[in-house]
């Protein structure tokens, strides 16, 4: 079914607006991909914090005119299932190569990411980047190593001293009068 001037304009608003907040994007081949396999797509892509959707190139490229992903309008040729990542960079990479293992017929085509062009077999690198929750996780461990090693060499130096409790010993001449 054709759409009319207003629901064109509606479909590059809402894309538009998405793109406007996206941290990526990806651009895939999806012809031959079964509506079963679509569907369990769009059900994971919610999951994730990834919008999906099939539209006309022109409407994509005007949709991306004026934010970050202007780069990708050149590379839009063919018909393409777009994949914005909303919550986390590599969210959209994820779940294209996810599903791409199970369907030979979804293939990345288009990876953008702050305002670069990436060639397609940047998905992977994209899909490897680590999600919120594992990014904080090694800063928290990074952040503790310090404390834990001072630990560490304070115990290492209790134990050559003969054991027991470290207590710090203020010598006479730097204690208030």
Known sequence: MALNLSQKQEVVAELAEV????????????????????????????????FLKVVKNTLAARAVGGTEFEVVKDALVGPL??????????????????????????????????????????????????????????????LSEPVAMFARAVKAVADKQGGGDVVAEVPAEAEPA
Not at 107 to 135: C, F, M, N, W, Y
């Open 19 to 50: 793109a406007a907040k996206a941290h990526s994007l990806i651009a895939a081949e999806y012809a031959g991909t079964t509506v079963s396999q679509m569907t369990a797509m769009r059900k994971k892509a919610r999951e994730s914090g990834v």
């Open 81 to 142: 299932l777009y994949a914005f990542s909303l919550e986390e960079p590599g969210a959209a990479g994820r779940l294209i190569k996810e599903f791409a293992k199970t369907n030979d017929k979804l293939i990345a085509k288009v990876v953008s990411v702050e305002g670069k062009l990436l060639p397609a077999a940047h998905v992977d690198v994209l899909a490897s980047l680590p999600t919120r929750q594992e990014a904080l996780a090694m800063l928290a461990r990074v």
